[in-house]
């Protein structure tokens, strides 16, 4: 038997074990896990690294349509590239069904913005924000059967949000076609009501969009999403958990048998709601919803990672440039509430949670897996060919080097937002040479992925959308 690659000599991380062996590599797949393989086409040492199965960001924004005039900084070619060169080789952006238009559509006009341009593999979760009956009957059972198995619905934003009612409607034929359901759970009319007050006290700055969507605004989402999904009998997970009151009630679900899962992201373990004040206008910055909260609510998000409330750890990369004519600082000048909601995170994720996370000694190497690659794969219906390190999986693989020191700097960063967040934060451990499908793609800075060599991944149905078993 000969290899295409062989990686020898590293330390195979997956979601269950740490085996230290060889990884051969041929046409693209994982072929053989052993010790000592014989002689490859092209060989890599991998001592003293770890090797672990390239990123899954599951839930990640690009050239997606904005109302507005708005639009996104990075395009399938930009994002793709930010995700790879921080560890991740499989992406989950949204194809968005527009208000009045057709969901089959959008997802037409996603996949001709990805193809030719996606240097890593990517799967399409929908947005559903229109549930017309057209869309309920045909267009979605349709888009599920050819590998779009995901939606996301939203309880708040004016041009996306969805009421009690439809809510229902989507989750039933979620339940009818095994697919799988991710909740923005925000109440709308409670934001609406605190931004006219501030608004008429003029009280617009940046740090007031935290102002405006305090924790219970999503807690009361967040319990009601629950009762839903309860009375329809189907799963969903509730995306970019911000703090305690809204574990709480994931938590109070769990405990009560209900099939309620989790995802946070980085920004609510290394932002607060002060960085939302930061001087002049860069709170801007720091915009997302829901929004940062405080020291004491990162430790709960911790502490949730920790004892397995949250299976998922995404970026909601959101990419928006401070500077531009469209952009946080100019287009939202007349109030917060103007200033497009998200910030990039597609290539800082893996690294900040390893070093904030493994490094320090808050989560072992098996649980950064499950979070960051793993579990993604599998709630979404692209597991094992993706998320692990096994026979027949992709050869998606980064070797990690947990001692490298590095410093974020956007200037070092390859999205094309004019900013990050996390400018200056010193951190332990990151990214060396990535493999994806096989080819090598990245090596110490080095990319050599072609643009348009990411191909679409239809996604099974997910298995944790299988209905329940009948006692
Ligand atoms: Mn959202
Ligand atoms: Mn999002």
């Avoid at 940046?206 to 219970?216: C, E, I, K, S, V």
């Avoid at 410093?407 to 004019?418: E, G, R």
């Avoid at 990151?430 to 050599?448: A, M, N, W």
């Amino acid at each position: 038997m000969t290899f295409d690659w062989v990686i020898r000599n590293g330390q195979v991380v997956t979601a269950a074990d740490i085996m230290r062996c060889d990884i051969g590599i041929r046409g693209g797949k994982i072929v053989a896990l052993a010790a000592e393989l014989p002689q490859a086409v092209q060989e890599i040492d991998a001592t003293d690294r770890l090797v672990l199965p390239g990123g899954v960001d599951a839930h990640c924004h690009m050239d997606q349509p904005m109302g507005g005039g708005v639009v996104m900084a990075d395009d399938f070619f930009t994002a793709t590239r930010s995700a790879l060169c921080g560890g991740t080789t499989t992406v989950i952006p949204f194809a968005c069904q527009i208000k009045g238009e057709s969901l089959k559509a959008a997802v037409a006009d996603y996949h001709q913005r990805a193809t030719g341009n996606a240097l890593i593999d990517y799967a399409f979760h929908l947005i559903v924000s229109d549930p017309t009956p057209e869309v309920l009957d045909q267009e979605l059972p349709a888009l599920i059967q050819s590998g779009c198995t995901s939606f996301k619905v939203y309880m708040t934003y004016d041009d996306l949000k969805l009421n009690d009612r439809q809510l229902l409607d989507v989750l039933a034929v979620a339940r009818q076609e095994q697919a799988f359901v991710m909740v923005h759970a925000e109440n709308s009319d409670c934001i609406a009501w605190m931004v006219q007050r501030l608004e008429q006290l003029g009280k617009t700055a940046p740090r007031y969009h935290a102002t405006a969507r305090p924790m219970l605004v999503e807690r009361e989402a967040t319990h009601r999403a629950i009762a839903l999904a309860e009375l329809v009998d189907v799963p969903i997970l509730l995306v970019h958990v911000s703090g305690a009151e809204a574990v709480e009630q994931i938590q109070w679900a769990q405990n009560r048998g209900l099939r309620i899962y989790g995802e946070t992201c980085p920004q609510y373990l290394f932002l607060t709601a002060e960085d939302l004040a930061r001087p002049g206008f860069e709170g801007a910055k720091c915009i997302c919803s829901p929004p940062p909260r405080d020291k004491a609510n990162q430790q709960v998000i911790w502490d949730g990672l920790i004892n397995g409330v949250f299976q998922v750890f995404a970026s909601d990369h959101a990419p928006f440039r401070y500077a531009d004519p469209q952009g946080k600082q100019v287009g939202g000048a007349g109030s917060f509430q103007h200033i497009p909601n998200g910030i990039p995170g597609i290539e800082t994720r893996l690294a900040l949670l390893f070093s904030e996370g493994v490094n320090k000694g808050r989560i072992d190497l098996n649980t950064f897996v499950a979070l960051t690659a793993t579990n993604p794969a599998k709630l979404y219906g692209l597991y094992p060919r993706k998320g692990t390190i096994a026979i027949g999986a992709d050869a998606d693989l980064v070797l990690w080097d947990a001692q490298k020191l590095t410093t974020i700097t956007n200037a070092s960063l390859h999205h094309n937002v004019d900013y990050t967040p996390y400018e200056g934060m010193k951190l332990q451990g990151y990214p060396e040479t990535i493999f994806s499908r096989g080819e090598l793609v990245y090596d110490q800075g080095k990319i050599s992925a072609e643009r348009g060599r990411g191909q679409f991944l239809p996604c099974e149905r997910s298995g944790f959308a299988r209905p329940k078993v009948q006692q």
